[in-house]
């Protein structure tokens, strides 16, 4: 890349966020489970930037240590004075030389496509914006042009006449500038303005006003420039988000029964033939197989699925690996740490932790199976648990292939189960069980038929 073309990105993230009536800083905030400013960091990235630069003020702790990205440069800006005053405190990080991209950490789903174009009308030394014609301009910056059409300067909305707050033409904040001409300019920004602030979009008229070519470019989709000043803008460009998910997926062959009832907070990879009922959350890197069926109201956290497995409805999977042709729930909790292979069934109400079980084994009904190996085609019995915590540790059961449980047991870890054992109803395991046979705790029933029944007095 020529010096010409280098790029450097610096994002603008250090407002307080008043509207979010919230201690969080602003661009802390989550889309799709992910904070603001790392959606903008990603599409910086995509660019391959020269450098990156993040400028910081409110709450500036809480953004470094949330995160704490190796390649970004950090720029304190206190107190906060207006965007043009933010840039001057990133020109010290800057190289001397190509392009410099403002972004907004609060502006979450600009495109890459949008910045590649924007940058590439920056070229040769040109200054390039990236406005949106709205019906409703309310509350933006006009762009100002001559009888030419040629841009002429930015005016804030507070500062405008009432001629120039008819234009439609809106400026989004996004910009692309040469960083040879920035030392220059931000010097020679005023702040006599309505706000009393410094902006950065005054660089248009000194541009201008130096001869410098002036490019706009529009985004790809209008939502791409949407900022986030409340929560109630957060929601919008949520649904926005999400609704490009579901688009995807619909486009990629998966089967939806609401579109605009799924949520996609991460990397969501399916095969085909996939079908996904309404109000299921996606979270962190999650992989279906082909014919993967997941059932309504469920959450699927860093899970991979096997071809043919269905997951029934109000089911929770967490960091596991599920096989093919599994059956999972409903009502089912997977927790960290296990691994079901093939043609399992984990039905209602049955929680599996930091366990494997093996192929065509089930545990249909309200059992809790927690720091166990348990091996092929095992037929775990209703109210079965495994009572793996002493109080201090933790401590492992083993079932070996073809062990049958009976309803109401507890298999008190550490404890193996033989090959080929069965282990009797309301059974409480303590040793070792062998293989083949039946392992009872026996007890005699007894009847009192003197025995009354007491009453309310």
Known sequence: ???????????????????????????????????????????????????????????????????????????????????????????????????????????????????????????????????????????????????????????????????????????TGIMAVPVDRLPDWLARVRNDNAQGEYYLTDLVALAVADAVPIEARQPVVAHECLGVNSLGDLANLERHFQMNEAAKLLESGVTLADPARIDVRGELRCGRDVSIDVNCIFEGRVALGDRVRVGANCILRDVTIGAGTEVKPFSLLEEAAIGANARIGPYARIRPGTQIDDDVHVGNFVEVKASSIGRGSKANHLAYVGDSTVGSDVNIGAGTITCNYDGANKHRTVIEDDVHIGSDVQLVAPVTVGKGATIGAGATITRDVPPGGLTLTEKKQVTRPEWRRPTKK
Not at 51 to 63: K, L, M, N, T, Y
Not at 83 to 98: C, D, F, I, R
């Open 1 to 171: 890349m020529s010096p010409e073309a280098a790029i450097q990105v610096v994002i603008l993230a250090a407002g307080q966020g008043k509207r979010m009536h919230s201690d969080l800083p602003k661009v802390l905030h989550r889309l799709a489970g992910k904070p603001l400013l790392l959606h903008v960091l990603d599409a910086a990235r995509s660019l391959s930037p020269r450098r990156i630069c993040v400028v910081v003020g409110h709450g500036a702790a809480a953004v470094r240590s949330c995160i704490s990205d190796p390649d970004i440069r950090w720029a304190t800006q206190e107190p906060q004075l207006g965007t043009a005053h933010a840039l001057m405190q990133a020109l010290p990080g800057l190289e001397p030389a190509g392009v410099a991209l403002m972004l907004y950490g609060d502006v979450p789903l600009i495109a890459p496509a949008t910045l590649r174009a924007l940058i590439e009308a920056a070229s040769g030394g040109r200054l390039a914006l990236l406005t949106q014609v709205l019906d409703e301009p309310r509350g933006y910056g006009r762009i100002v042009r001559d009888a030419q059409q040629r841009v002429l300067r930015i005016v804030e909305e507070k500062d405008a006449s009432a001629e120039e707050r008819r234009i439609r033409e809106v400026n």
